[in-house]
């Protein structure tokens, strides 16, 4: 009977123990086997996360660059050329950086940048995470990325390897990737030496070198604490902290550098109080005077070159010349000075002149031999030829004018020829639309465009070399003075003139066929195959003259009567041997200089007379040290070679001081010492010359235009080039003891008649002392002249 109410069926009991073991066993039944579900699903997320980080890293490594190229990296550095007293005449750069070994570097430098940087960069291995978690929150709070968080390695990672300053996940993968490969692969030190060699530090230095030079003159292995924290505190920001630029937040950050090397222990409590405390002392900005020798530092680098063809282009080294700065700044303005009295001269400074009008020359026939006729045609740059154009229009804001030279219109920049235009004249009143004006292409026309050179003056070059050593002490190849441009002194080659005739009379005496006091016949006459040599400076006698005065007053048909009789085919070598290496013939025009010739080279030959006879190569460079503090090895110079004897050149010697004493070469008297030299002038005239020396100091000056233009019929070597060389020797000189030449043993000086050259006769009222070699002494006697002959002119 089934109980009222009740749901529970008849028989059954409740047992609580039991149900609740029940529930227990189920929920242990339900978290097992959910457990199993959930660890295999993590087991098998974890090899899919695994798997995929690996790929991720498989796929950002890939490409990668290499870290162990890091171990030899070889970064761009400053190439410096010096003057022989350590001037620094230019630097030579793509980037202008010094390496520094890390270990030359007192402990201070590395510690300031460290402080800036990373003051745990000892204690990562590469990677920053508390740092990188914190510019991940701060960036996360701005809305844009503005803090890195990147280690020294890091950068280092970026700046060499990578070379991209983007800030994209991609990049920031691959430079952690890389930054514990190169942890792994270099050493702590060998990471900082890379940072602080290659980190920019403004104003175009880079490494910490160059900053310490630019900042306080001097190597980073000299600054002090305070220098050391200003430095390392404008890394972050290498512009707007920069002392230069704005001192007091320079002075804020090396305040903030100071207090995070005292804070990390890197400083002592009385180093900090007194580096804060220290002033800031920056050097002069001081720039190396590259615009003093341009020349000298073109010829520095092609040596460079030759002895280390792989390395040079990655610069590192210093390289020292001969350049004498005071004399390489005397020289240059010798020769401004005297390229400027000729442009005065010929009206060349000042407004261009229109052309005459055309009825002006109708019927007047073909235009004078100088006249500037405009050319036609299309122009090649690759010709480097000076043509003549036509000024179409001006530009005054821009400080141009544009000139047209056949098809091709050109602009010349008016403000970088001031020799032309010393009163400033705007380029409309400068040239005048229609004016003729001489200039060259400095580049290939583009769209019928080119810029051009205004050519209207002469050039000219300028060598001086020290006797003794053969240093060559000032170097001059052209009145502007640029970078890269022609260097006449040593690359162009011109006609010598009569300059070449102590070569030929040089070796008339080695021969001992001719004596200072031998008659020549100067009267013009016809030579073999028809040449017909002409006086040209001045001389219109024809009474025989003794050897030392043809060569004072320069007489030509003398020189050409010498070389036939001693031969073109011995001087040619002999020439070789006194150092001239441009090429030349054997025949009659050799005696006026008709072959050209390098002024270096006239330099060195001239130089061999003065030191006695010994031809040693004239030298640029005596040292060439490389990154590693090396001296390089230079090119081998040919040994010095005896030409002359010492007394056979002491006695051309003295015959070129009759030139300057009484002949063409005057004008060098006023140096009141002795001096020795010839002027030269070469047909056309087309090139003028002086080329002397005293006992110290050898000299060539030319003047002459590019394209062989004549100078006029009034110029002549003792007229547009002595003058400079004057000028030059007036400052080398200064100071200096008045010396003269050094009579060697053997020289005999016997008196003569100066008639005739041979020994006096009784009562002679002309005679001189002159110099002989030993044996080739006059042994006539002079026949006294009849009582109508007259008196022999009083000729020295």
């Not at 070598?573 to 006194?578: C, E, G, I, N, Y």
């Not at 005696?591 to 390098?598: D, K, T």
């Not at 002359?644 to 063409?664: N, P, Q």
Request: glycine share 10%.
């Amino acid at each position: 009977m089934k109980r009222a109410g009740s749901s529970v069926p008849q028989g059954s009991v409740r047992n609580p123990g039991e149900s609740t073991t029940m529930r227990w066993r189920k929920v242990k039944s339900f978290t097992l086997r959910w457990g199993k579900r959930a660890l295999i699903a993590g087991s098998v997320l974890f090899v899919v996360g695994a798997v995929a980080v690996w790929l991720v890293v498989r796929h950002y490594e890939a490409g990668l660059p290499s870290v162990t190229e890091l171990e030899h990296y070889q970064p761009p550095q400053v190439t410096r050329v010096l003057a022989r007293d350590g001037t620094v005449l230019a630097e030579l750069f793509t980037q202008r950086r010094t390496v520094v070994p890390i270990g030359s570097l007192p402990p201070h430098v590395k510690l300031a940048v460290l402080a800036a940087e990373d003051a745990g960069f000892y204690e990562h291995e590469g990677l920053n995470y508390w740092g990188i978690a914190r510019a991940f929150l701060k960036n996360l709070r701005a809305g844009t990325t503005r803090q890195g968080g990147s280690t020294i390695t890091q950068q280092v990672v970026k700046n060499l390897l990578l070379g991209t300053n983007e800030r994209t996940f991609s990049r920031k993968i691959r430079e952690a990737l890389l930054a514990r490969k190169l942890e792994q692969e270099l050493s702590k030190d060998q990471i900082l030496e890379l940072y602080i060699d290659n980190i920019y530090f403004g104003r175009g230095r880079y490494g910490i070198e160059e900053a310490a030079r630019d900042d306080f003159g001097k190597s980073a292995r000299d600054i002090d604490i305070a220098e050391a924290a200003l430095i390392a505190g404008r890394i972050a920001n290498p512009h707007e902290y920069h002392p230069r630029v704005n001192v007091q937040k320079a002075l804020q950050r090396r305040s903030y550098v100071l207090d995070q090397m005292h804070a990390k222990a890197f400083l002592g409590d009385a180093q900090w109080e007194a580096a804060q405390a220290e002033g800031v002392h920056l050097a002069p900005a001081v720039e190396p005077a590259s615009g003093i020798a341009p020349e000298a530092v073109e010829a520095a680098k092609a040596v460079l070159y030759r002895a280390e063809p792989e390395q040079a282009r990655l610069g590192g080294f210093t390289i020292t010349t001969t350049i004498d700065p005071k004399l390489q700044e005397a020289a240059r303005k010798a020769l401004r000075t005297g390229l400027e009295a000729y442009d005065k001269r010929h009206k060349l400074q000042g407004a261009l002149e229109p052309p005459p009008a055309s009825a002006a020359r109708k019927g007047k026939g073909a235009p004078p031999r100088d006249a500037l006729v405009p050319f036609d045609g299309t122009p090649a740059f690759e010709q480097h030829k000076v043509l003549v154009g036509v000024v179409t229009g001006a530009d005054d804001a821009a400080g141009t004018f544009d000139v047209r030279v056949g098809t091709v219109t050109g602009t010349v920049r008016l403000g970088d020829y001031p020799r032309y235009n010393p009163a400033n004249l705007a380029p409309s009143a400068f040239a005048p639309v229609g004016a003729h004006v001489r200039v060259s292409l400095l580049a290939a026309a583009s769209d019928g465009k080119a810029p051009l050179r205004l050519e209207s003056g002469p050039e000219g070059a300028f060598v001086a070399i020290d006797v003794r050593s053969r240093e060559i002490l000032a170097l001059v190849g052209s009145y502007e003075g640029q970078a890269g441009a022609l260097d006449r002194a040593t690359q162009s080659r011109r006609q010598p003139g009569s300059t070449f005739k102590p070569i030929v009379y040089s070796y008339a005496l080695h021969a001992r066929r001719f004596t200072p006091a031998t008659l020549v016949d100067p009267t013009p006459d016809a030579f073999e195959g028809g040449y017909r040599p002409t006086n040209f400076e001045g001389y219109q006698g024809h009474e025989l003259l003794r050897l030392r005065e043809a060569l004072a007053q320069s007489v030509n048909v003398v020189a050409v009567r010498v070389l036939h009789d001693v031969g073109p085919a011995n001087v040619v070598p002999w020439a070789q041997a006194l150092g001239i290496e441009s090429p030349m013939k054997p025949d009659l025009s050799l005696a006026l200089g008709s072959y050209e010739v390098r002024p270096v080279e006239l330099a060195g030959a001239y130089a061999t007379f003065a030191a006695g006879g010994t031809w040693a190569e004239p030298r640029l460079v005596t040292r060439i040290v490389g990154p590693d503090g090396k001296d390089v090895p230079l090119p081998d110079a040919p040994p010095p070679r005896r030409v002359l004897g010492d007394d056979e050149a002491y006695v051309v010697t003295s015959m070129l001081e009759s030139v300057v004493d009484h002949g063409t070469g005057a004008r060098a008297k006023s140096l009141g010492r002795p001096v020795a030299g010839k002027t030269g002038t070469s047909n056309g005239p087309k090139d003028t010359w002086f080329a002397g020396y005293t006992t110290d100091l050898a000299a060539v000056v030319w003047v002459g235009y590019d394209d062989g233009r004549p100078l006029g019929g009034a110029e002549q070597g003792a007229v547009t080039a002595l003058p400079a060389w004057v000028d030059f020797m007036k400052v080398a000189t200064d100071g200096r003891p008045r010396v003269e030449f050094p009579r060697p043993p053997g020289v005999v000086t016997v008196s003569i008649d100066k008639r005739t050259g041979e020994l006096p006769y009784p009562d002679d009222p002309e005679v001189m002392d002159e110099v002989f070699l030993p044996g080739t002494e006059p042994s006539e006697t002079a026949t006294q002249p009849p009582d109508d002959a007259g008196t022999a002119p009083d000729v020295q």
